[in-house]
Structure formats: structure tokens, C-alpha cells
């Protein structure tokens, strides 16, 4: 099964700034459709940022100014910039691609639309 991998995550102090990065190793698929999700101790997964393949993005209010999504095709690679970061912030992070999304601006924040996921990353904030 292939399984894209992550890298990144660590333990921060309020304020710092952590990347994640999830790199796809397939070389011979493209995916159009990446996005980054969350998950805290008892809480339902849930969407962080999602990029697609003309660069659009989206994100979460609650991010939004202080995470960027972006990738590298030519490394077929996702990125997760993470800023000003916040306690609230702390949790496993996990990748997700897909190569078709229908709707996505709609779509994009759906778990169930993406297939392929990583082993996830923990992030841990410090106050």
C-alpha cells in the first residue's frame, strides 16, 4: 500500500513555528488535491488547509494567516507552514492527497474525499 510520509512535527513554545512536510513517493502518480488535517486527544479529525493543483488554497479560520499550504511537484511533496503557533494548535497532523476531487472548493475539508494519508506528525505548543 503506498502511504504517503511526513516529517516535521516536534514540540514548540507558543509563538514558534514548525513545517511539515509529506512526501509522496509513488514518482509516477500526481496528485492534484492535498490537503492537512488535525486530530486532538478526543476530538474528531478535522480539516486544517487544503491546496490544489492550480494553487489554490483553503484554510480554517482559525489558521487562516498563519498557516500556508503549498507543495513541490517537482518533489511531489506537501508542505504545511505553521506559524505563531498556539496551544490550541497542538495535536497529530496528517497528510492527505488525492488525484481528483469533485467540487473541491466545496469538497476539500471532507476526510473522505482524499485516499491517500499519512502516518501522522505530532505537534506539540507549550504556553
Known amino acids: 500500500q503506498v502511504q504517503p510520509v511526513e516529517s516535521g512535527g516536534g514540540s514548540v513554545q507558543a509563538g514558534g513555528s514548525l513545517r511539515l512536510s509529506c512526501t509522496f513517493s509513488?514518482?509516477?502518480?500526481?496528485?492534484?488535491?492535498g490537503a492537512w488535517f488535525c486530530q486532538a486527544p478526543g476530538k474528531e479529525r478535522e480539516a486544517v488547509a487544503g491546496?490544489?493543483?492550480?494553487?489554490?488554497?483553503r484554510y480554517v479560520e482559525s489558521v487562516e494567516g498563519r498557516f500556508t499550504v503549498s507543495t513541490d511537484n517537482a518533489k511531489n511533496t506537501l508542505y504545511l507552514q505553521m506559524n505563531a503557533l498556539n496551544s490550541d494548535d497542538t495535536a497529530m497532523y496528517y497528510c492527505?492527497?488525492?488525484?481528483?476531487?469533485?467540487?473541491?472548493?466545496?469538497?476539500?475539508?471532507?476526510?473522505?474525499?482524499?485516499?491517500?494519508w499519512g502516518q501522522g506528525t505530532q505537534v506539540t505548543v507549550s504556553s
Open positions: 492527505a492527497m488525492n488525484g481528483f476531487i469533485p467540487s473541491w472548493s466545496a469538497m476539500w475539508n471532507n476526510q473522505h474525499q482524499y485516499t491517500y
Open positions: 509513488r514518482s509516477t502518480y500526481q496528485f492534484n488535491y
Open positions: 491546496i490544489e493543483s492550480e494553487g489554490r488554497t
